[in-house]
């Protein structure tokens, strides 16, 4: 015959051992989430004070050289681009970092041709924003944004869970302090022909939701 009182005393040491688990876990998900963090703050020259904010796409983190304008100047400047980044992401990213870095004096907005047009975009870019969810701008953002509450609660519980193949990358980058360009070229005129003729680029045309995101009434 089993005891009562020794069925008792082992539930209670498995949930204790179950309970001492899950404060771990939770411990080593905050450590590691909060130096991801650390990362791409410190890749996008977010770790300290700003005075000239870049803010765009892929074309930004190519074009500008924010290390060469900033020994130009003699001030910080951040450069806060990501790739496929749309311009209703670049409002909410200009809106987050002047909420955590208000000492800003100005602002660096990378346009071009297909700017005000989301064609040749993904519909998802704003998925590499959760890490910073933390921030009150860009979490309104991402509320508007995320179809699946699930998802949005598994972020905000779970923070290693923010991370995807992208933004962990650059996290490490941030962190060995590897900031330099990946890709360098020149700007080849014949191929671009090619590529226009055989209709291979974003095409040049206004959407009226995205001019609203970037001049609003």
């Given at each position: 015959m089993?005891?009562?009182d020794?069925?008792?005393s ?5 949930l204790?051992s179950a ?6 876990l ?7 989430g909060?130096t991801?963090?650390?990362g791409?703050r410190?890749y ?6 700003v005075?000239?904010?870049c803010?765009?796409h ?17 001030l910080k400047?951040?450069?806060y681009a990501?790739?496929?980044a749309?311009?209703v992401?670049?409002?909410a ?18 346009v071009?041709?297909s700017?005000?047009?989301d064609?040749?975009l993904?519909?998802?870019s ?9 921030n009150?701008?860009m979490?309104?953002?991402?509320e508007?944004q995320?179809q699946?509450?699930?998802d949005?609660?598994l972020?905000?519980m779970i ?5 995807d ?9 941030g ?7 990946l890709?360098?070229g020149?700007?080849d ?6 590529w ?6 974003r095409?040049?045309k206004?959407?009226?939701?995205s001019?609203?995101a970037?001049?609003?009434?």
């Amino acid at each position: 015959m089993i005891n009562a009182d020794s069925e008792t005393s082992g539930a209670r040491r498995y949930l204790l051992s179950a309970l001492v688990f899950l404060v771990l876990l939770a411990a080593l998900d905050f450590a590691i989430g909060s130096t991801l963090e650390k990362g791409l703050r410190r890749y996008f020259g977010m770790d300290g004070k700003v005075d000239i904010l870049c803010i765009g796409h892929s074309r930004t983190v190519l074009g500008i050289d924010a290390d060469l304008l900033a020994r130009q100047t003699g001030l910080k400047v951040a450069k806060y681009a990501v790739n496929g980044a749309n311009i209703v992401d670049r409002y909410a990213m200009i809106r987050q970092f002047l909420r955590d870095h208000p000492e800003v004096r100005m602002i660096i907005y990378d346009v071009e041709a297909s700017t005000f047009s989301d064609d040749g975009l993904s519909s998802n870019s704003y998925r590499l924003f959760f890490p910073f969810m933390g921030n009150a701008e860009m979490r309104s953002y991402l509320e508007t944004q995320c179809q699946s509450q699930a998802d949005l609660l598994l972020k905000t519980m779970i923070r290693t869970a923010r991370y995807d193949e992208t933004t962990f990358f650059l996290a490490v980058r941030g962190l060995l302090g590897m900031n330099q360009n990946l890709k360098y070229g020149r700007f080849d005129e014949d191929r671009a022909m090619r590529w226009i003729e055989k209709g291979k680029t974003r095409p040049v045309k206004i959407d009226p939701k995205s001019y609203e995101a970037f001049y609003p009434p």
